[in-house]
């Protein structure tokens, strides 16, 4: 009840082959998550890895107490399935579009059964990598504090870069990686995150509490973009990436009619206890302030929901408010509320961020995460107020318009000049040496959390205090033994066994270091480790 949650973040990349834009992305995506199992199967890179388990997907059920006809989905919702299953993209046609000769086909796909490319592994340090459609994902291992949070994320950018590398190195050329939510094209791509709330909490509790957070958080976590509507085609500057593509209140759908809360009900983990919290409204972030923001500050509000103290607020048209918030940087439009009040989005902040405060005071609530969080929300809102300007060291967005108005004003540049089109993308390009921020941030003009060091460690290591711990210490130990993984659940499979062993992982605050870190440090072998591990799982 502060915080510290258990949170996981998903990262859909953008990606392109400069030689050949009009590669299928679907295979290019698959490029990056086969070239980085192979990095990882021959021992090239720090970690280890296993296919993933579907089994236990249930991408239709709804928290509204229904689940939607598999017939009526779109194929983006159908997560319980390999995308080549879906899509059919192992085609001769499709490969060679990816590829600028035979050879580069026949080097990474003509010589392998489609079967055989990798296209969803759980790595070593806990997470996910998969081709999610037409992207590659990363999805951070679960972890319980925001600092964390952003320690993982952070570490699926490495990993992404990685993979890049290893793809070029094996034949599939230049493909660009791109962390943001949306080509200027009608498409885009999403920033997700999971937050675990106990199942006794009424779902429309979540959804009064959080629309009106949802609508006016991107102030400090929106990472910006030239570009107004799905298509835009007005190159102005907003605040968010993804405001413009959502057009529901609540509703299950990811990729059309998105909606604000989303419904989706797989709690990877027990049931009748836990609800996982699917949120698909934000940005995807480089900077790490707002990504500390974006986590810790939606854990404080889900307390206060669970505790019955949100603030009462309601918006009257919660999808035109959010981006009426985005699409003015000035910060200074109001929003109508039920009952005809009208409130800036700082001004809605800061009735959430008062409520947190009293309530973290009332409960004793200390902790060195809640009080970062308390403290830079506060700060951060007084900032804005006073000129969003003055918040460029911190918040994604506000980085990126200052770098951009102060170009266009030393060269006499409209924002519908190209050349500000071209570093709203460069802004986001993975490359260290090319992207936008990361030029900024090694100057020092954007602060940091974390050093490239500690992020190369958390490529390699698990969080240790959730299940991640043990299912990414599994595959580092005994990956020859493990032959799918997912969030819930190892199977194992043992030379001379009669059948694979099963274990589930229901508990997410369960197989922790301090739960089953004497089973690794007792380097055991596999059948007596299976043996031990099975009964506490």
Same mark, same amino acid.
């Given at each position: 009840?502060?915080?510290?949650?258990?949170?996981?973040l998903?990262?859909?990349?953008?990606?392109i082959?400069?030689?050949?834009?009009?590669?299928?992305?679907t295979?290019?995506?698959?490029?990056?998550?086969?070239?980085?199992?192979?990095?990882?199967?021959?021992?090239?890179?720090?970690?280890?890895?296993?296919?993933?388990?579907?089994?236990?997907?249930?991408?239709?059920k709804?928290?509204?107490?229904?689940?939607?006809?598999?017939?009526?989905?779109?194929?983006?919702q159908?997560?319980?399935v390999?995308?080549?299953?879906?899509?059919?993209?192992?085609?001769?046609?499709?490969?060679?579009l990816?590829?600028?000769?035979a050879?580069?086909g026949?080097?990474?796909?003509?010589?392998?059964?489609?079967?055989?490319?990798?296209?969803?592994?759980?790595?070593?340090?806990?997470a996910?990598?998969?081709?999610d459609?037409?992207?590659?994902?990363?999805?951070?291992?679960e972890?319980?504090?925001?600092?964390?949070?952003?320690?993982?994320?952070?570490?699926?950018?490495?990993?992404?870069?990685?993979?890049?590398?290893?793809a070029a190195?094996?034949?599939?050329?230049e493909?660009?990686?791109?962390?943001?939510?949306?080509?200027?094209?009608?498409?885009?791509?999403?920033?997700?995150?999971?937050?675990?709330?106990?199942?006794s909490?009424?779902?429309?509790?979540?959804?009064?509490?959080?629309?009106?957070?949802?609508?006016?958080?991107?102030?400090?976590?929106?990472?910006?973009?030239?570009?107004?509507?799905?298509?835009?085609?007005?190159?102005?500057?907003?605040?968010?990436?993804?405001?413009?593509?959502?057009?529901?209140?609540?509703?299950?759908?990811?990729?059309?009619?998105r909606?604000?809360?989303?419904?989706?009900?797989?709690?990877?983990?027990?049931?009748?206890?836990y609800?996982?919290?699917?949120?698909?409204?934000?940005?995807?972030?480089?900077?790490q302030?707002?990504?500390?923001?974006?986590?810790?500050?939606?854990?404080?509000v889900?307390? &206060?929901?669970?505790?019955?103290?949100?603030?009462? /607020?309601?918006?009257? *048209? $919660?999808?035109? +408010?959010?981006? =009426? #918030?985005?699409?003015?940087?000035s910060?200074?439009?109001?929003?109508?509320?039920r009952g005809?009040?009208?409130?800036?989005?700082?001004?809605?902040?800061?009735?959430?961020l008062?409520?947190?405060?009293?309530?973290?005071?009332s409960?004793?609530?200390?902790?060195?995460?809640?009080?970062?969080? &308390?403290?830079?929300w506060?700060?951060?809102?007084? /900032?804005?107020?006073? *000129? $969003?300007?003055? +918040?460029?060291d =911190? #918040?994604?967005?506000?980085?990126?318009?200052?770098?951009?108005?102060?170009?266009?004003?030393?060269?006499?540049?409209?924002?519908?000049?190209?050349?500000?089109?071209?570093?709203?993308l460069?802004?986001?390009?993975?490359?260290q040496?090319?992207?936008?921020?990361?030029?900024?941030?090694?100057?020092?003009?954007?602060?940091?959390?974390?050093t490239?060091?500690?992020?190369n460690?958390?490529?390699? +290591?698990?969080?240790?205090?959730?299940?991640?711990?043990?299912r990414?210490?599994?595959?580092?130990?005994?990956?020859?033994?493990?032959?799918?993984a997912?969030?819930?659940?190892?199977?194992?499979?043992?030379?001379?066994?009669?059948?694979v062993?099963?274990?589930?992982?229901?508990?997410?605050?369960?197989?922790?270091?301090?739960?089953?870190?004497?089973?690794?440090?007792?380097?055991?072998?596999?059948?007596?480790?299976?043996?031990?591990?099975?009964?506490?799982?």
């Amino acid at each position: 009840m502060s915080a510290r949650r258990l949170v996981g973040l998903e990262t859909e990349y953008g990606i392109i082959r400069p030689s050949m834009p009009k590669a299928n992305a679907t295979v290019l995506s698959a490029h990056i998550v086969d070239s980085y199992a192979q990095l990882v199967a021959q021992g090239i890179d720090q970690t280890q890895g296993a296919r993933w388990d579907y089994a236990d997907e249930s991408p239709l059920k709804d928290a509204r107490g229904f689940a939607m006809d598999r017939a009526a989905a779109h194929p983006s919702q159908l997560t319980d399935v390999e995308p080549a299953q879906q899509e059919g993209i192992w085609t001769a046609e499709s490969i060679a579009l990816s590829g600028n000769d035979a050879r580069i086909g026949s080097t990474l796909y003509q010589e392998k059964d489609s079967s055989d490319v990798v296209m969803n592994m759980v790595l070593g340090n806990g997470a996910r990598l998969y081709v999610d459609h037409a992207h590659p994902e990363y999805s951070s291992p679960e972890s319980t504090t925001p600092r964390a949070a952003v320690l993982w994320d952070q570490a699926g950018d490495e990993v992404m870069r990685r993979a890049a590398d290893s793809a070029a190195a094996l034949g599939a050329g230049e493909l660009l990686l791109y962390k943001n939510n949306t080509d200027n094209k009608s498409v885009s791509y999403g920033a997700h995150e999971n937050y675990l709330v106990p199942r006794s909490v009424e779902f429309g509790s979540l959804v009064s509490g959080l629309t009106p957070f949802f609508a006016t958080r991107q102030i400090f976590c929106g990472a910006g973009r030239v570009g107004k509507g799905m298509l835009g085609g007005r190159a102005e500057f907003q605040i968010s990436q993804r405001a413009d593509f959502f057009e529901a209140e609540v509703g299950l759908e990811t990729t059309i009619n998105r909606p604000i809360i989303n419904t989706r009900d797989e709690p990877h983990a027990v049931w009748d206890k836990y609800r996982r919290l699917h949120v698909i409204i934000g940005d995807a972030n480089l900077g790490q302030i707002s990504t500390l923001l974006r986590v810790g500050t939606t854990n404080l509000v889900l307390s &206060l929901i669970e505790a019955g103290l949100a603030p009462d /607020l309601e918006l009257e *048209d $919660p999808v035109a +408010a959010l981006q =009426q #918030i985005s699409h003015d940087p000035s910060l200074k439009t109001e929003v109508r509320l039920r009952g005809g009040r009208k409130l800036t989005a700082i001004a809605i902040q800061r009735e959430y961020l008062r409520a947190a405060q009293a309530y973290c005071a009332s409960r004793d609530i200390e902790d060195a995460d809640s009080q970062e969080i &308390l403290t830079r929300w506060e700060q951060l809102l007084e /900032l804005l107020e006073r *000129d $969003p300007l003055l +918040a460029a060291d =911190q #918040i994604d967005w506000v980085a990126k318009y200052k770098l951009m108005s102060s170009f266009a004003n030393r060269h006499q540049l409209e924002f519908d000049d190209p050349r500000i089109g071209l570093m709203d993308l460069q802004w986001a390009d993975l490359r260290q040496d090319k992207g936008l921020y990361y030029r900024l941030a090694a100057r020092g003009a954007i602060q940091t959390l974390y050093t490239q060091e500690q992020i190369n460690h958390a490529v390699a +290591a698990p969080p240790e205090d959730t299940r991640a711990y043990l299912r990414g210490m599994t595959l580092q130990r005994y990956a020859p033994y493990v032959v799918a993984a997912n969030w819930d659940a190892l199977t194992f499979a043992v030379p001379g066994a009669r059948r694979v062993n099963r274990v589930f992982l229901p508990e997410p605050l369960g197989g922790s270091r301090a739960d089953v870190g004497w089973l690794f440090d007792a380097h055991l072998e596999i059948d007596e480790f299976i043996n031990k591990l099975a009964p506490r799982a």
